[in-house]
């Protein structure tokens, strides 16, 4: 079993479990939440007091270092079985929601992920986006550390990603059966996200910062995370111009192509009148232009919500 030839620095961790006891058939990305170095990342899997390592780890600057050699099995995910199935890779972000990574960065884990592919004979990625699927690579064989631990792991930037990552991957190990991303999803919005919490009152702070700059913002609940969100646009490059606005006054963020909830379906008055209630269409303005975005009727909808409130 080989290493990447892409590696320029290696310290090996003696956090390892070796041999692995499972072929390579998935791979597990996760944020290192830091803008660290190679060499950082290898002095913190280096005590046998951490007990984490990772196989793989790329630096803010892009370069590729390797803590423990794919024959064996890292500890990484907080899971035994997906460590010894998984390549697991770390990737240098920002210490802060959505924990985003550097260009150079991305660059190397697509190199990297193509040459682990190639090497291990997996043909192709494969997400879902679905838990369910562990273990199954026929299906899904990129799995994420949130799924096993009480974790964000690899962060929003990273998770909302995972698609457009296999994607380019599967471009360049020559896959015939991944259908290329739309340029936007049927019936979604483009919009621009400043930030996920798992804790309301972040969410009610961030949201606070981003009102008083002038922003016409809402929050969405998604899963167990409350969503900052400002715009919903049917053309992308709405949504380039809002996210530089953003980024002038400060606030970091990244567009999101995610469907709105109504996407692709039919619902009835009622039932949008109590995801209103809920905070799935934002407030006001904002929720007036989603809803008819999505094709309703937001006078009939807004007359409901006020018959429930």
Not at 223 to 250: H, P, R, S
Request: with cysteine; net charge positive; proline share 3%.
């Amino acid at each position: 079993m080989s290493n990447s030839p892409l590696v320029s620095y290696t310290k090996i961790s003696p956090n390892k479990s070796s041999p692995r006891n499972h072929k390579i058939d998935t791979v597990t990305i996760h944020c290192v939440v830091g803008q660290c170095s190679v060499e950082t990342l290898g002095n913190v899997f280096a005590p046998t007091s951490r007990q984490a390592s990772s196989n793989y780890g790329i630096g803010y600057d892009g370069r590729i270092g390797m803590y423990v050699e794919e024959k064996d099995r890292s500890w990484c995910s907080s899971n035994a079985a997906n460590d010894n199935r998984a390549i697991t890779i770390e990737v240098a972000s920002d210490t802060k929601e959505p924990y985003a990574v550097t260009e150079k960065a991305y660059a190397a884990l697509i190199d990297l992920l193509v040459d682990i592919c190639k090497r291990n004979g997996i043909k192709e990625l494969k997400w879902k986006a679905d838990k369910s699927l562990i273990g199954q690579p026929d299906k899904q064989n990129m799995t994420v550390h949130r799924w096993f631990a009480n974790k964000s792991c690899p962060g929003t930037y990273l998770y909302e990603r995972h698609a457009q990552i296999a994607s380019e991957v599967n471009k360049h190990l020559g896959s015939t059966n991944i259908k290329p991303e739309p340029e936007k999803p049927s019936g979604g919005l483009y919009r621009v996200q400043t930030g996920a919490f798992k804790a309301k009152a972040n969410a009610d702070a961030m949201l606070a910062k981003v009102k008083a700059k002038g922003f016409d913002t809402y929050m969405v609940k998604v899963g167990d995370l409350y969503k900052i969100q400002v715009g919903a646009f049917k053309v992308k490059a709405n949504a380039e111009t809002m996210l530089k606005k953003l980024q002038a006054a400060g606030f970091s963020g990244f567009i999101t192509i995610e469907q709105d909830s109504a996407a692709g379906a039919s619902k009835s008055v009622d039932e949008l009148a109590r995801e209103v209630l809920q905070g799935k269409w934002g407030n006001g303005a904002e929720r007036k232009k989603r809803l008819e975005a999505a094709g309703y009727d937001y006078a009939a909808v807004q007359k409901k919500v006020n018959q429930l409130a």
